[in-house]
Structure formats: C-alpha cells, structure tokens
C-alpha cells in the first residue's frame, strides 16, 4: 500500500510491441497488498507476459475469487475485463463466460485458499471440463487475506508465524490437477522471472485447461524462518527440471540451440516452446513420471519446479460439447432464436 | 560496484542541477523551501552558495536549467533560476542573518583589483575572517559588468545595491574612480595577496573598410551598454543595426529599442539556432519586434558623401563547419546593403591587463592571458590570485561567483602558510526520510505540470521605459506549482544489500524502470540486459554487492529516478531508504 499514485511519466526509451504499447500500458491500479508480497511480482511476470506476446489487453478476460491473490487483477491490465467472483467460484463463473465468448483470452488469479481449500470442488471440475484457461495459483501456504491461517496446501511440519508446526497433509495443486486430466502443468516461483514469465506465455497460448502453481510468499504471514513457502526456504530447496522459452507463431527461432539440448514443442496456433532439460531422465510428456517426480521431490522436501506436463494434443470444453466458433453475442436474434417452426421442426425430427 | 565507490560525487552528481551549478547550490533544499514558504531560509541557502541570490535569480546564465533531470523525465526543467528570484522577493528582512564584520582584524591585508562579483565574493568569504580587503574599482560603482553591462529593465538597480551593500558592510574599504594602473605598486604598497577581478572590459571593434569614416554612427556594445547605463547616452537614433549573435547583442538591442530605436535589426552571420544568445533572450528580443537578419558577413560600412548609409554585407550559406569551427562559406548570391542610422557592434570581448608590470613573476600565455591555476586560481606569483572574466575569458556572474570562493580558500591557505593545492575534500551528510511506513518528509508525489511561464509586463507599455522591469516574477500560486514540479533529486536512493530478500518489489514498481537485479557480470555486460537501455552514459549507475540470497546484484541506473520513492515504500526489509544528501562544500573559513 502506497499513498501516491504510481507516476505516469516513464523512460522514453521502453521498447514498445506490435501493437505499439509500452509495458506501461499493461499495468492496473495501484497495488494495496503487503510491500514484497509475492503476489505483486506475479502481476508484474503476468504484465510482462502480456505485453510480450502483443495482446489486446481488450480481449483478455480476468477472472478471480477472493484472498489476496484474487485482489490481483486490479493491478493489471486495466483496460481488460475482469470478474471478481466469490470465494472458491472463479472456476464457475469463468465457465459460464467461457461458454458464452470462447474468443476472449482468459487469465484467472486464485490463491491456494480460494483453490484447495473452499474451491477444490469448483477446482476439480473446471479441469475435468478442460476449460481454455489460464489458471495461476498464488501459493503462499496460508489464508493471506484474513491473517495467516494454514491453508489445504501448507506442508506438514511448516510452522505458522506463531511457532505451530502444520500436522495436514498438504493437497498439491500441481499433482490434483494431473490426476483430474490438465493438458499443461507447471510450478514456479514468484521470485524467478526468468522462469515464470514464459511459462505464463505459454500457459496464455495453451489450447485447454493450463494451470501454472506459484509458490509466492506472503511476507507478513508466512516468510518466517520453519516455514516452507518463504522465499529464502524456495530458494534453497527449489529442483527445476527444465526452463521453457516460449516462442510466438511467426517469431524466428532467434536463439541457437545445440542439437539434443532443447526439445521443440509445437502449439496448436504455431507457437513454439523450447524446452532445455536440466534434469536429463525427466519426460514432461509422460503423466504418471510427472506425478510420481512430484511425490519424489516432495518426499526430499524439495520444490519440483518447471513445466511438469504437456499433453500436446490440446483440446478443450468446446470441442467436446462441438459448439461454435462465433461468441453468443455475434449471432444475429434469429439465429439464436429461429422461431417456432424451427422448434417444431426439430422436435419431429426426434419422432 | 562495490560500495566504497559510492562517494560523494556519486550522490552530488544525482542532483543534475546542484551538480551543473559552478557554485553548486542545493537547489531542491531552497526549492523545498520555498514549497514550505520558507522564503527567508530559501534566500540564505542561495546566498551561502551564490552571494547573489536576487541578482542570479533574474540574469543568472543558468547552467543548471539544461542539466535538469526534469528535462529529461518531460520537455522542460524546472525553471530553477526564476525560483531563486522567488525567494529574493518574498524574504523577510535577512539582515540578521547575513555574514557579521570580524570582530578583530587579523592583520593580514587583500587588495581586490575590480568591484564585480568574483572580488565581491573574496571580499565576502574573506572579510568575516578578519582580512583586512581594499577593492580597486574604476568606476564610480560597483558590480562591475553585472551594473555597467547588463541592462536596468533586465536588473533593476535597487537590486544590486542590496546585494553589493550586505558585501561591503562586511567592514570592506573599496576606493572608486580608482583604476590600478600598476600591479608592481599595489604590491609594493605591502599587500599580503592580490586578488584580480577587473573582468574582461574590452568590446571587440569591426575593422572592415568605412569603419573610420563612420565612427560617429559605428559603436562598441560594450562601452556603448555602460554609456547608456551610467546615463551618458540616453538616445539613439531610429534605425539601429546590431551585429552580432550573443546575449550583449540581445542587451544592446533590447536596449536601443527603448532609447529611441523603433527599426532595430540584429544581424549575425550564423544561423538562428547558431547564435549564443540564450534562448529566452531570444524570446524576450523577438517579443520586442526586433527583426533577426541572418547568415550576413559585414564587409563595408557605406559612407556617401560624408553621409553613413548602412553597412553592406556578404551572404553565407554556411557560417560554421560540421565541428562548429569558424568556416564561412559564401552563397554567391549579390551583396546586400541594410540601410540605418547607428550601428552597435556586439561580437565579443576580451581581458586587457595594462597594468600588470612584465617583470613581476606574473607569466602570460601566447593569447596574452595569465597562466592561472583552475583549481586554486593562483598565478606565477604566488601571491596573486585571478578569478571571473580576467582569470579564463569572459564567462558569467554564477562562474565569478565560483572562482571567488576558490580563489578565497586559496589565499587563506596561503596567508596560513599552507599548500593551495591541498584543497579541503568536499564532504557529505546522509540522513533518512522516512516519517511513518509510508510518509517521507518531503514530497514525494509527482506533479505532471509543464513548466510555467513567468508573467512579463506588456510589450507596449515596456518599449519605451529603460528602466521598467520586464520580468514580474512568479506571483506565489505559480512559485508554488513551479516548484513542486522539482523531483527532489538530493534525496538518494540508499540501498543496503544485506537487507536484501530479493522480492523484486522495487524492481517492479519503479515507474522509469531504474532498477534491475541481475547475475553478477562486469558492469558492460549488465548495461545489455537493464529493464531499460542507457540513455545517459553521464549519470552514475549503481551495482550493489552480491544479494543474499541468489548471490545476483542489485543494479539502478541513476539517469532518470524521480525520487518518488515507490521502491523503499515497497521494499519490505527497508533495504531501500530514502536519505537526504547535503553537500558539505568547504569555505575559506572551514580550512
Ligand atoms: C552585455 C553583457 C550582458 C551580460 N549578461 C549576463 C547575464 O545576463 N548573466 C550572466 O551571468 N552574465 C552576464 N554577463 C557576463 C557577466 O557580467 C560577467 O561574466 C561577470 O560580471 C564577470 O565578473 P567579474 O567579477 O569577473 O568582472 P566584471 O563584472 O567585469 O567586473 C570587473 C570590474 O573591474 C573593474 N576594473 C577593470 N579594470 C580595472 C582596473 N584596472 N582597476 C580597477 N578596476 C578595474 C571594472 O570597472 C569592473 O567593475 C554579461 C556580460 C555582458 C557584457
Ligand atoms: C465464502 C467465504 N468464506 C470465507 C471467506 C473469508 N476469506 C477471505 S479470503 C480467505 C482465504 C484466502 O486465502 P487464499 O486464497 O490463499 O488467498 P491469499 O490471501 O493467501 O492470497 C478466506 C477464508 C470469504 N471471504 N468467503
Ligand atoms: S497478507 Fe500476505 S498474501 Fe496478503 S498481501 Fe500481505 S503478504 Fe501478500
Ligand atoms: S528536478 Fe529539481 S533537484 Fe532535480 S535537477 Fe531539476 S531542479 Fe534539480
Ligand atoms: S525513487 Fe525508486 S521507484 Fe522512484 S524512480 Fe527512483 S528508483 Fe524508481
Ligand atoms: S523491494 Fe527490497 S527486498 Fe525486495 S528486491 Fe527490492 S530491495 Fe530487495
Ligand atoms: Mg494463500
């Protein structure tokens, strides 16, 4: 929290994407959290991605619940549409938008309360829907918003502020979500840019249901030395199995990669990702590797982070139910509503 | 870079402005000042830096105004100068606390060749210390160029007087219509040390044909500006020709406009944008109609009959070569001839020392200057000092000002018996802003204003009043808004690695991408992967030691910081604070 606004003046030699913008015109509002809060350095990675890739920030859809890391949205893209929902229902109301303009780019922001705790439900559904989203957990192992409590993803043994060591098994989003059938799967940390912001560039571009899990501190609550989501305990347990460059449909393959050292994934619209291994037996093709690596980490207490699963075939909620490609608001009242001989017509057809 | 590198030219040259100043005012402690209507305090704080804060507040030349940080963040600086001004007019009666006389003279006796501002400003370091000082002026006033060149409507003369007044009270003796025709004598007259301010006096003459015959009409700007100033001419006839480019060709026209001139052309062989002349000054002459003839060469002064008719000029299509050297390149085009009536000639100056005697250890280069010390202005004779116009050339009030205080240091040091190059260190005080979690005690916001115009009087009710003021200076609303537009760029960015987590709040924050936290690489390759390309090579840039917790550096490129303070307000651990630097600048009194 700040009491002045951020200035508008910026350096005038930004450099400026297709569509002309500055990464000053991706920001929000002013952010109200905690100063350091890993949250923030989230927005700032999702900032960055967008204004990489040149979206219309128009065209992006923000959805989110309740807790620190729903307030997020408000921080960036300004100019995007946003809907932030109640606590645990992000995924709900995301669908029913979804349904209606398939066209727009979703990006949902959920904390590790709002999606393992109150809204696992809502959770296991949308990824078993495949919804064509991108769904970022801000995980920071506790209830931020209201005061620090242990939330469904705190690590047994990690203690809260007070010195209370947590004794319940913690739900892996990363893991929950293999097993509920997510096409893209990935673990970062908010304090690694470097590794964050092409994973949420290709998360944006995956065609199905990505979720990318971020540990992200919440300095006031949970950064205390016991406790395994700060960031001096990511830092120094953290396993990264491969770094991702994301490459856009028509961007030349500008690095030069030496033969066997990146493999080539290439995306539905063109788009490309490299992926350098760095843990050489690790096949992020392979789910049950990818939830047993998880397990494996976990057990040596350590933070597997990367893209853990890429189910290329990508598909999503509307080719399984085959509905249009048009939003609702494109078709024409007729069309949507064809009349009462069009009624009669189809129900004859069914004899 | 590691931290015993950043000193206190580091921070000094973060405040552009206080850095650019040759006697480097804090400028944003009195604009701050100012901001708190705390006039008074804002005056002394210049008058401690520059002597004369009211007289540098209307004509000072103003180098600080282009180094500015605003300029570069928007269009235009802060208008610096004319804030100075602000305080000088709204202050309360200082004379409390200006500088007292020595309670005892310490027995040591300055002789001061000149009354302009660099002896005026030795005679103001020196005086409270006990010297016993005697200025030499020629003239029956004093303030030198500053009384006899710049013009009345520029700075008015009451103006002066204060500022010269609060010097001389200081227990000073000067001796008018005084010229020192003998340096040798002066010294003989058992003066511990000489100090020569007598300026650069000599306006150049244009030795083109005719210039003999015409000499009635044909006049040199620099005597002529004293003329009229000490009230010798008071007319001049209606079409008046102004050769030159430079701020006195824009005083000796602004000049005949009102003493008679109502068709006055100033004529230069240089492009517009080539000519020195200050903009404003520009500006201010243009506003007064005053028509500017460009890319002429005089080559005549055209005598018929006994008559003067106007000066003939040769036409350049290029007056300068690519490296701005003297390289006049004809047109080809057909000569013209400007018909008038007077002409004022304003193409340069220059020092003249006649009185300094071959043979009394003082050595002169081939372009007939004195070999003088820049640093501690002393002169082959140890015992004289130069300083102002007469030390390097003709320059400006604020420089004078400059080399007065150096010049004062060193003749203490040496009247101490101690080495005038062992100059004392500048020194610096950092302390904290913070108030509360997020309050800092000064003004962090950003104001987006442009800046604002100072109001001027009417062209037509200023053309025929010599003495009329043109600038009315900022009412107090405007003083305000212009200066919260300063950035406040002495209060640092101070980072304290250890603190460090790594959280990249600030980094993300920073509203002109200042900051970065990269792998530890020499400086050249950190400045290929900044959140922004290096626009200003000239302004520091900071590389902290390894972080904690990554072992990566912290990096802030100082170029374009607003001082807003969003990262230490976002930095969790307070690893970013905001301090204010004061430069301790020492005086011939601390050595
Ligand atoms: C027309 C004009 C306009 C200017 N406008 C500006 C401006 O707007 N802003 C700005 O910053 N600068 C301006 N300047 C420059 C500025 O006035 C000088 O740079 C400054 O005054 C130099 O100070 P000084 O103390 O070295 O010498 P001066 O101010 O020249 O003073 C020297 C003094 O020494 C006296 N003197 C000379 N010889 C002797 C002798 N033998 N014995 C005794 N006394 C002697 C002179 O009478 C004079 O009073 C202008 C100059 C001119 C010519
Ligand atoms: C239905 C409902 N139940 C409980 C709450 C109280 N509540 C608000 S935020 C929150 C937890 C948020 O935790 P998380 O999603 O991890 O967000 P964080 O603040 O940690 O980023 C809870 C329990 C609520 N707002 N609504
Ligand atoms: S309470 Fe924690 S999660 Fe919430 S803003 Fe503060 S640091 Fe971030
Ligand atoms: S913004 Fe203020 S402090 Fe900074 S250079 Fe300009 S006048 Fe000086
Ligand atoms: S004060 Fe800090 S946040 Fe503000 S511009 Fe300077 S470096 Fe950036
Ligand atoms: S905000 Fe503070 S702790 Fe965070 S990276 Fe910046 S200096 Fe370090
Ligand atoms: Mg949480």
């Given amino acids: 929290m700040s009491y002045i606004p951020k200035p508008k003046v910026s350096h005038p030699g930004l450099a400026k994407n297709k569509l002309g913008l500055t990464i000053r015109d991706y920001e929000g509002g002013l952010s109200t959290l905690c100063a350091g809060c890993g949250h ?60 209606a303009n398939r066209n727009l780019t979703y990006l949902a922001v959920s904390g590790d309360g709002d999606t393992a705790s109150i809204g696992i439900g809502q959770f296991a ?53 293999l097993q509920m059938g997510a096409g893209f799967v990935a673990r970062s940390f908010s304090g690694d840019k470097d590794q964050l912001v092409p994973l949420i560039k290709a998360g944006l571009n995956y065609n199905g249901f990505a979720l990318i899990d971020v540990i992200s501190p919440c300095v006031t609550f949970n950064n205390h030395e016991g406790s395994t989501k700060s960031y001096a305990h990511v830092r120094s347990h953290e396993a990264e199995v491969n770094v991702v460059d994301f490459i856009p449909a028509r961007n030349e393959i500008a690095v030069d990669y030496a033969k066997g050292d990146a493999t080539q994934v290439t995306l539905h619209d063109g788009s490309t990702m490299m992926l350098r291994k760095l843990d050489q037996n690790y096949d992020p093709e392979n789910r049950l590797e990818a939830l047993k690596q998880i397990q494996t980490h976990q057990m040596k207490n350590e933070v597997i982070t990367g893209l853990l699963f890429l189910d290329p075939k990508e598909s999503e909620m509307h080719d399984m139910i085959s509905t249009p490609k048009k939003s609702l608001r494109e078709f024409e009242l007729a069309e949507l509503c064809p009349g009462k001989e069009a009624l009669e017509a189809l129900n004859k057809s069914w004899g | 870079m590691p931290k015993d590198k950043i000193d206190v030219d580091y921070y000094h040259k973060v405040v552009d402005c206080q850095w650019a100043c040759p006697a480097h005012t804090p400028v944003p402690e009195y604009i701050r000042l100012i901001s708190e209507r705390r006039y008074t305090e804002a005056y002394m704080v210049n008058r401690e830096s520059n002597v004369f804060p009211g007289i540098l507040g209307r004509v000072c030349d103003r180098p600080c105004e282009p180094a500015c940080r605003r300029g570069r963040v928007e269009e235009e600086p802060v208008a610096i100068c004319r804030l100075k001004r602000v305080a000088a007019d709204y202050k309360a009666d200082v004379s409390a ?47 030198g160029a500053m009384r006899y060149a710049v013009p009345m409507f520029r700075l008015p003369p009451e103006v002066l007087d204060e500022e010269i007044d609060a010097v001389l009270n200081l227990g000073v003796e000067i001796q008018y219509n005084t010229p020192v025709s003998s340096l040798k004598q002066l010294l003989s007259d058992g003066y511990d040390a000489v100090f020569v301010g007598s300026g650069a006096p000599i306006g150049r003459d244009l030795t083109i044909p005719g210039r003999e015959q015409a000499d009635g009409s044909v006049h040199v700007g620099l005597e002529w500006l004293a003329n009229v100033a000490f009230e010798h001419i008071t007319k001049i006839n209606s079409r008046v020709l102004v050769i030159g480019g430079g701020n006195t060709a824009m005083d000796c026209c602004r000049t005949a406009r009102r003493i008679g001139g109502n068709q006055v052309k100033v004529v230069a062989p240089e492009s517009y944008e080539q000519m020195l002349a200050s903009p404003w000054e520009k500006d201010d002459s243009q506003e007064e109609r005053i028509e500017f003839i460009n890319h002429l060469l005089p080559k005549e002064f055209v005598v018929e009959n006994g008559q003067f008719i106007g000066v003939r000029f040769q036409k350049l299509k290029q007056c300068y070569d690519k490296d701005m050297k003297w390289d006049p390149v004809p047109s080809g085009e057909d000569d013209v001839l400007i018909e008038c009536d007077d002409v004022i000639l304003a193409i340069g100056q220059s020092t003249a020392f006649p009185y300094i005697e071959a043979d009394i250890g003082i050595d002169f280069n081939d372009r ?34 400059a080399h007065g205080h150096e010049a004062a240091i060193s003749i203490h040091q040496h009247l101490q018996g101690k080495d005038v190059k062992k100059r004392p260190p500048h020194g610096m005080n950092l302390v904290s802003q913070k108030m509360g979690i997020h309050q800092w005690s000064y003004s962090n916001d950003y104001s987006d204003d442009q800046r604002f115009k100072v109001p ?51 980094v993300d924050i920073c509203p002109l991408s200042c900051l970065t936290i990269a792998k530890d690489e020499p400086i050249e390759q950190l400045k290929l992967i900044l959140s922004a390309p290096v626009l200003n090579p000239e302004q520091g840039m900071l590389v902290s030691e390894p972080l904690v917790q990554t072992k990566r550096v912290m990096v802030k490129d100082e170029d374009l910081c607003v001082h807003c303070g969003l990262c230490a307000e976002r930095c969790p651990t307070g690893a970013w604070d905001m301090q204010k630097f004061t430069l301790k600048l020492p005086k011939a009194g601390d050595v």
Wanted: proline content about 6%.
């Fill in chain 2, 368 to 401: 007939n200057m004195p070999i003088v010390d820049s640093t501690t202005h002393q002169s082959s004779n140890p015992k004289v000092f130069f300083g102002g116009d007469a030390a390097f050339g003709p320059k400006n009030i604020i420089w004078a000002v």
């Fill in chain 1, 40 to 99: 923030d350095s989230i927005t700032a990675a999702i900032i960055k991605s967008c204004f990489e890739l040149s979206i219309e920030p128009h065209r992006v859809g923000k959805m989110s619940g309740i807790g620190c890391s729903s307030k997020t949205p408000g921080y960036f893209l300004s100019s995007a549409h946003g809907f932030n929902s109640v606590h645990g229902r992000m995924p709900s109301v995301t669908t029913g938008a979804n349904a």
């Fill in chain 1, 125 to 177: 559904h949308v990824i078993r829907r495949k919804l064509n989203m991108l769904y970022i957990v801000e995980n920071n192992g506790c209830y931020g918003l209201t005061k620090g409590q242990f939330s469904a993803t705190a690590d047994v043994g990690s203690k809260s502020k007070r010195g209370v060591a947590n004794e319940m098994d913690p739900i892996d989003p990363a893991a929950f979500a």
């Fill in chain 2, 456 to 506: 001027h009087v009417e062209v037509d009710d200023r053309i025929d009043k010599l003495k009329l003021e043109v600038e009315l200076g900022y009412d107090e609303k405007l003083a305000l808004e212009e200066a919260s537009r300063c950035l406040n760029c002495d209060v640092q960015t101070v980072f304290d690695p250890p603190s460090c987590i790594e959280c990249d709040a600030c």
């Fill in chain 2, 97 to 143: 606390y200006l500088p007292k006389p020595a309670d005892k003279k310490n027995g040591k006796r300055v002789a001061l060749v000149g009354a302009g501002p660099a002896s005026l400003t030795v005679a103001n370091d020196l005086a409270p210390l006990g010297y016993e000082i005697t200025i030499y002026e020629k003239n029956d006033q004093a303030g």
